[in-house]
């Protein structure tokens, strides 16, 4: 069997996948891509808008982004740094707006104040001093903090509607947060790649191993899921950005890299109401703190969404426990993940996690009224009648030794490349696809070292990210400059008229 020849395979049809292939189809258009899909459609899995929360990560209203020390202080380190992270996501995108390759921006981004909510008098002080710290960053200089009650009936009406007037609450609000429909926003990228010279896609085809050859380059089994038919295709460079099946594949690959991961699947849902009604009375996302031992992924947060072109307001997530790694996926895969390389760091996690696995079971089994309970510390007028449930998306936690040998659970992203720059893999969840950009410049970086230092690269790269090179966190004016495009661009500094 004669094998297709490739310079690039992108493997899993989401988010990340497409950002990578759009920025090599910008920096050498002569580049051949292909991108294997294992289900019928692209952006079905983790990237789909039902499958993920839709916030554009950057920190406004995220509070486990700031956690509080035991001596009180707040850190804002990581909350600077996904913020920088997610304006280079828009740089790419404003660019891709300007170019005509993305449709209007309210096809797949709309602007949706973020504010972060709390009661009780240590979290009001915690709030309170968050912003203190945030507010003189010029990153979250435009962050207002109030505990007036009036004010936050103007910012959060469906929250304060009937609310204890007797309870202390509070909350920061940044309006020019947005919602994301990453789902409508990768179909976009994929579709106009589709339309490209030297650009593959292959729906219903799923990667069976992956065998570096002697020459260098990486060998693909694949097969196709529609057929049965066993294709084959040799690539300089593969990249699996296949959401929770990322591990699993990153283990076929046999890398010294990928020895010692490990992964914790975490299912999730959603309490959602379509009532137009009630969804006219919210246009924010308001988060608020998680609950004792839960994942960061189940920070509360009522939202409202912009999915496939129709509006509703989410609630969650809820998450629960699974052996799957896709939602799509099989009870087999945690098992199956089991390595001679990462059992000891997987068993070490388990013993030391067992509050989080008992947590993650009990959310499993609650009740709709359990959930509606949790919802209305938020809405304490709500319906049950206007709520119905809707399975989310799965998420794979990374586990990997520490620098003790044992093992540990990170619950951010983390991208693992082959010593020699042939291969990479996007392990992790939160935040995920609103720094996916970021990410895949750092891909780009490891393992396209040479060519990005080329003056025609470097060039380009200036083209799609203004930014590049420079720290968004260090220099405001530079801040200043790509904000106020990126926001015009994108039209995220046009809030609703009942907002304005």
């Not at 309870?167 to 947005?178: E, F, K």
């Not at 893999?425 to 895949?440: D, I, K, N």
């Not at 025609?456 to 400059?481: F, K």
């Amino acid at each position: 069997m004669t094998a297709r020849q490739a310079d690039v395979v992108l493997v899993g049809g989401g988010v990340m996948s497409a950002t990578l292939g759009m920025m090599f189809r910008q920096l050498d258009p002569s580049l051949d891509i292909v991108m294997v899909e294992r289900l019928d459609h692209v952006a079905h899995e983790s990237t789909d808008g039902w499958n993920n929360a839709g916030t554009g990560h950057a920190g406004y209203c995220e509070l486990n982004y700031t956690p509080e020390t035991e001596d009180g202080s707040i850190q804002i380190d990581r909350a600077l740094n996904i913020n920088a992270a997610f304006e280079i996501s828009l740089q790419f995108w404003s660019y891709l707006v300007e170019q005509g390759i993305l449709p209007e921006p309210t096809k797949f981004i709309n602007p949706t104040p973020h504010q972060s909510f709390v009661w009780g008098d240590d979290n009001v002080a915690y709030l309170r001093k968050r912003h203190e710290l945030l507010s003189k960053h010029h990153l979250f200089k435009e962050m207002r903090f109030t505990d007036e009650p009036e004010t936050l009936k103007e910012w959060m009406p469906l929250i304060m509607q009937n609310r204890d007037p007797m309870q202390a609450v509070a909350a920061t609000r940044v309006d020019h947060g947005s919602d994301v429909d990453f789902g409508a926003l990768t179909r976009n990228m994929v579709k106009w790649l589709d339309t490209q010279p030297n650009f593959d896609l292959l729906l219903s085809h799923s990667v069976k191993r992956l065998a570096k050859r002697d020459n260098g380059r990486w060998k693909v089994r694949l097969r196709d899921e529609s057929t049965g038919e066993t294709k084959k295709i040799e690539a300089g460079f593969v990249f699996i950005g296949a959401g929770g099946a990322a591990l699993p594949l990153l283990q076929k690959s046999e890398i010294d890299e990928a020895r010692g991961y490990g992964g914790f699947p975490v299912s999730g849902q959603w309490l959602v109401c379509q009532n137009p009604e009630v969804i006219k009375k919210h246009y924010s996302k308001v988060y608020g703190k998680a609950p004792i031992g839960a994942p960061p992924m189940s920070v509360p947060h009522l939202d409202t969404r912009i999915i496939n072109g129709e509006p509703a307001l989410l609630f969650g997530p809820f998450a629960g426990f699974t052996t799957k790694f896709l939602k799509q996926g099989s009870i087999m895969d945690l098992f199956s993940s089991v390595k001679g390389g990462n059992i000891v760091p997987m068993m070490q996690v388990g013993k030391s996690n067992m509050d989080l696995t008992r947590y993650l079971i009990k959310e499993a089994f609650q009740s709709h009224e359990d959930r509606m309970e949790a919802l209305r510390n938020f809405f304490t007028d709500a319906k049950a009648e206007n709520w119905h449930l809707r399975e989310a998306g799965q998420r794979v936690q990374i586990i990997k030794k520490s620098a003790d040998g044992r093992g540990k659970l990170e619950f951010g992203t983390e991208i693992v490349a082959a010593k020699d720059g042939s291969l990479a893999a996007l392990l992790g969840a939160s935040p995920g696809a609103s720094t996916a950009v970021g990410a895949m410049i750092n891909v780009i970086e490891r393992c396209f070292p040479e060519r990005i230092k080329s003056q025609e690269w470097q060039a380009r790269m200036r083209e799609l990210v203004p930014s590049y090179g420079q720290s968004l966190v260090e220099d405001a004016e530079l801040l200043n400059q790509v904000r106020s495009r990126t926001l015009s661009t994108l039209q995220l500094d046009k809030l609703r008229p009942r907002e304005a």
